[in-house]
């Protein structure tokens, strides 16, 4: 798997713009980027998933640029409910035998 | 229903006591997780399975072993709990099928004093 860092903690107030970035210097040519949501006392869930350029669903959006060495997280307009721990994977779909290991995330906190 | 089922939710269990963890999933994947998490801190993995006939350790499988007993249901076992295993325990799965999105159980606070 390709080693992940990301921001420790991030602070935001409610109907700001947040973006969470993703460095992976050693991405392979198959492998996607992942950002998973995990509130407290909870499993992480899937947020969104892309290969390049940028994806966007109903929660965020993806930005990956050319060389595919970061990738940014992007949430709209914040609210106190996104306060949350955002973990970044990357991994090929196909993984061998290889098995999804989580680094320390990043730790989001929302206030009003 | 939930798609990844962890028994039990809560247990507070004595130093020395043999416990076990079950989990089952509905989603028909082929792989299986067993996640730890301390308080504040992130994921650490504990055993995965590819397959009922393929189990691999993971980053802290000391103090814990596991079993497969089929497609749909694994396992976690401490075979003598110690009060540092006190954490928070996560079950999932995912399939290269289908894009090896991780899909997790609710988890299993387990605290032994």
């Known amino acids: 798997l390709a080693k992940t860092t990301q921001p420790i903690s991030m602070d935001s107030y409610e109907g700001q713009e947040v973006n969470i970035t993703c460095s992976h210097n050693?991405?392979?040519?198959?492998?996607?980027i992942t950002w998973y949501q995990q509130f407290p006392s909870q499993g992480p869930r899937f947020i969104i998933q892309?290969?390049?350029t940028k994806v966007t669903n109903e929660v965020a959006s993806l930005f990956i640029p050319a060389d595919r060495k970061s990738s940014t997280l992007s949430l709209p307009r914040v609210s106190l409910s996104d306060t949350a721990v955002y973990y970044c994977?990357?991994?090929?779909?196909?993984?061998?035998?290889?098995?999804?290991?989580f680094g320390s995330g990043t730790r989001l906190q929302v206030q009003p | 229903d939930a798609d990844v089922t962890q028994t039990p939710r809560n247990r507070i269990t004595k130093t020395g006591k043999r416990i076990m963890l079950e989990c089952s999933q509905t989603?028909?994947?082929?792989?299986m997780y067993w996640y730890r998490q301390d308080p504040g801190l992130g994921l650490q993995l504990i055993y995965y399975?590819?397959?009922?006939?393929?189990?691999n350790k993971g980053e802290i499988s000391d103090g814990y072993s596991v079993s497969r007993q089929a497609q749909a249901k694994f396992s976690l076992s401490l075979e003598s709990a110690i009060p540092n295993q006190t954490a928070l325990y996560f079950c999932?799965?995912?399939?290269?099928?289908?894009?090896?999105?991780?899909?997790f159980g609710e988890g299993s606070w387990l605290t032994v004093v």
């Open positions: 994977l990357v991994a090929s779909m196909d993984m061998g035998r290889r098995a999804l290991t």
């Open positions: 989603k028909g994947h082929d792989r």
């Open positions: 399975s590819f397959d009922v006939k393929d189990i």
């Open positions: 050693n991405i392979a040519t198959n492998d996607y």
């Open positions: 999932a799965t995912s399939d290269p099928r289908y894009g090896n999105t991780i899909y």
């Open positions: 892309g290969y390049k």
